[in-house]
T-cell receptor, first 113, second 115 residues
Framework: GDSVTQMEGPVTLSEEAFLTINCTYT??????LFWYVQYPGEGLQLLLK?????DKGSNKGFEATYRKETTSFHLEKGSVQVSDSAVYFC????????????FGEGTQLTVNP | KAGVTQTPRYLIKTRGQQVTLSCSPI?????VSWYQQTPGQGLQFLFE???????NKGNFPGRFSGRQFSNSRSEMNVSTLELGDSALYLC??????????????FGEGSRLTVL
C-alpha cells in the first residue's frame, strides 16, 4: 500500500537558518503530494502541493519539488522565522482516493530567536 | 468565510460509553472526511462522505461509524469506547472538483479522552 516517510524529528533551528525536512513516498499510481502544517492547538492547514513529476509547490517562502525518480518531496525554506514553529506533515493522495490522504509521521519544528 | 467547525472541542468519556462528534463543513463543500490523530499512529483516515453516502472507508472497526446530512453536516459515532480511542478527531471538508483531490480544509478537532 501507499506510505510516506518523513525525516525523524524534532528539528530545532535558529531564526534565519535554512530548513530542509525530508519526505519520501511509496505509491502504486501517480499520486499528488502535499505538505500540511499544524500550529499548536489547531487543525491542519495545506501549505503547498504538487500534482505531477517535476512540479514545484511554493507558499509563504516554503518550497518542495515532486521528484519521481527519487520518490521524494522535500520541504525547504531559506530563512525560517519563530512563527514557523509547528508540526509539518507530508502526505499523498492517489487519483481515485478522494479525501483519503496518507500522511507521514510529522516533523516538529522549533525555531528559536 | 467560516471554516470547518467541530463540536465539542473537548470531551471525557469512560470505557464502554459511546460518543458522537459533529462537524459543519465550509459552505459549499460537499465532501466531509474524518481522521484520527494519535501520538502512536499519527494521522489515520476514518471515512469520507458526500451526498449523504459513505464513499471511502479506512481500516477501523465497525464501532466507528458516521453519517452525513442533506446540508453536508456530518457526525461520527464511536460505540463501546476503549482506552485506545483517546485521540484528536479531525474533520475536513473539500469542494468537489476534478483537480483538488487531497486539498482538505481541517477543523480544529475534537479531543476525546477515554478513562
Amino acid at each position: 500500500g501507499d506510505s510516506v516517510t518523513q525525516m525523524e524529528g524534532p528539528v530545532t533551528l535558529s531564526e534565519e537558518a535554512f530548513l530542509t525536512i525530508n519526505c519520501t513516498y511509496t505509491a502504486t499510481g501517480y499520486p499528488s503530494l502535499f505538505w500540511y502544517v499544524q500550529y499548536p492547538g489547531e487543525g491542519l492547514q495545506l501549505l503547498l502541493k504538487a500534482t505531477k513529476a517535476d512540479d514545484k509547490g511554493s507558499n509563504k517562502g516554503f518550497e518542495a519539488t515532486y521528484r519521481k525518480e527519487t520518490t521524494s518531496f522535500h520541504l525547504e525554506k531559506g530563512s525560517v522565522q519563530v512563527s514557523d514553529s509547528a508540526v509539518y506533515f507530508c502526505a499523498l493522495s492517489e487519483e481515485t482516493s478522494g479525501s483519503r490522504l496518507t500522511f507521514g509521521e510529522g516533523t516538529q519544528l522549533t525555531v528559536n530567536p | 468565510k467560516a471554516g470547518v467547525t467541530q463540536t465539542p472541542r473537548y470531551l471525557i468519556k469512560t470505557r464502554g460509553q459511546q460518543v458522537t462528534l459533529s462537524c459543519s463543513p465550509i459552505s459549499g463543500h460537499r465532501s466531509v472526511s474524518w481522521y484520527q490523530q494519535t501520538p502512536g499512529q499519527g494521522l489515520q483516515f476514518l471515512f469520507e462522505y458526500f451526498s449523504e453516502t459513505q464513499r471511502n472507508k479506512g481500516n477501523f472497526p465497525g464501532r466507528f461509524s458516521g453519517r452525513q446530512f442533506s446540508n453536508s453536516r456530518s457526525e461520527m459515532n464511536v460505540s463501546t469506547l476503549e482506552l485506545g480511542d483517546s485521540a484528536l478527531y479531525l474533520c475536513a471538508s473539500r469542494k468537489l472538483t476534478s483537480t483538488n483531490t487531497g486539498e482538505l480544509f481541517f477543523g480544529e478537532g475534537s479531543r476525546l479522552t477515554v478513562l
